[in-house]
């Protein structure tokens, strides 16, 4: 892999373009890294009744789906959201990870997982009382993600 700085001080903000024969998980990994880094600081619109809250990514343990609804966590709160799994997925930075058919974790909030070797594993989060599971067929790329992680530090 090639990189290259071309400095330009006539540009507003940074921009990093990405060239590749193919979009692979590496490539897309990258980009969900770069776009982490760009944007520290970014909100979600979220709701509770009538109120509009916009609240940091950062303070979101998970969201999970509960009666059709989405519902979002954080270590004191918890809010809804429009939107659906598929589309958070799609728009969250790469330190969120599904880890079941209904639920999306903040990888940098995790504190442990309790394994189960026959039904779902239990996740808890660093100074908090939640918790959620995550299911057998994501229980190794989670375990994965979070080594990863780890090895970076």
Do not use: W
């Amino acid at each position: 892999m090639k990189v290259r700085v071309e400095i330009d001080e006539s540009l507003e903000e940074e921009i990093v373009i990405i060239h590749c024969k193919e979009l692979n998980e590496r490539i897309i990994e990258m980009q969900k890294t770069l776009s982490e880094l760009g944007s520290p600081d970014r909100t979600i619109l979220l709701h509770r009744k009538d109120k509009e809250y916009y609240l940091p990514l950062e303070q979101i343990l998970f969201f999970e789906t509960e009666a059709k609804e989405i519902r979002v966590h954080t270590r004191t709160e918890i809010y809804d959201t429009d939107y659906k799994l598929y589309e958070l997925e799609e728009l969250l930075p790469g330190y969120f990870m599904r880890i079941s058919k209904s639920t999306i974790v903040n990888l940098k909030h995790v504190y442990s997982i309790t394994r189960n070797l026959t039904a779902s594993s239990l996740v808890e989060f660093a100074n908090c009382h939640k918790q959620v599971y995550v299911s057998r067929n994501y229980y190794k790329a989670l375990v994965d993600r979070l080594a990863e992680k780890r090895r970076k530090l």
